[in-house]
C-alpha cells in the first residue's frame, strides 16, 4: 500500500488501518469497500491511487465507527491480534529454521534502498512505476522491521493519544 493513503487512514481510520496490516485484513477491507462504495478488489487501487474525496474521507470516518463497534462487540483487539500473528510468525521461524523470512527480508531491504539510492544517484528517475514499488517495498520493509525488531504499536498509540488530547492553556 502507499504510505501516503495508509497515513491518512491511520488519522482518520485507525482501527481500520490497524486491521489492514493484520490477520483481519478481509474485515478491514470489506469496511474500506463499502465506505469508499467500491468493490473489494479495488480497494487496494483506490489505496495505491492516494487520493480520497471528501465524501469518501467521511465514509471512511463512518467505516472506522461501525468496525469499532463490531469489534467491541466481538471482544477483539486489533493490535492484539497483529501483534500475536507477528508473534506466532517468529516463533514458527525460531522452530523450523527456515531461509526464507530471512532471504525475503534482505532482498526487500535490498529492494528498497537500493531503489533510494538509484533515484539519489540520477540512474533511474521518479515515475509512477518506481512509485508504487517504492511504496510497496517500504511498507514491506516496516513488516520486516517489525517482524525482527517488535512494532511500535505503543508508540503509535501515544502518538493518537497525543493527536486527539485537548491541550491546556497555562493561566498566568
Known amino acids: 500500500m502507499a504510505n501516503g493513503i495508509l497515513d491518512v487512514l491511520e488519522q482518520i481510520a485507525p482501527t481500520i488501518a490497524s486491521a489492514l496490516g493484520g490477520p483481519l485484513a478481509g474485515m478491514a477491507v470489506a469496511a474500506v469497500s463499502k465506505a469508499l462504495d467500491i468493490e473489494p478488489e479495488k480497494v487496494q487501487d483506490v489505496i495505491q491511487a ?41 516463533k514458527m521461524q525460531t522452530s523450523v529454521h527456515s531461509w526464507l523470512p530471512p532471504v525475503l527480508a534482505l532482498g526487500v531491504t535490498g529492494g528498497f534502498f537500493g531503489i533510494l539510492v538509484a533515484l539519489m544517484l540520477g540512474y533511474t ?48
Open 50 to 90: 492516494g487520493k480520497l474525496t471528501a465524501e469518501q474521507v467521511a465514509g471512511l470516518k463512518q467505516a472506522e465507527m461501525d468496525l469499532q463497534k463490531q469489534a467491541a462487540e466481538l471482544n477483539l483487539d486489533f493490535a492484539k491480534l497483529a501483534a500475536g500473528d507477528r508473534d506466532s510468525a517468529r
Open 125 to 172: 528517475h521518479q515515475n509512477a512505476e518506481i512509485d508504487i514499488m517504492l511504496g510497496s517495498l517500504g511498507t514491506a520493509w516496516t513488516g520486516v522491521i517489525a517482524f525482527y525488531f517488535g512494532s511500535s504499536a505503543s508508540s503509535q498509540s501515544k502518538d493518537k493519544l497525543l493527536y486527539n488530547s485537548t491541550p491546556t492553556i497555562p493561566h498566568d
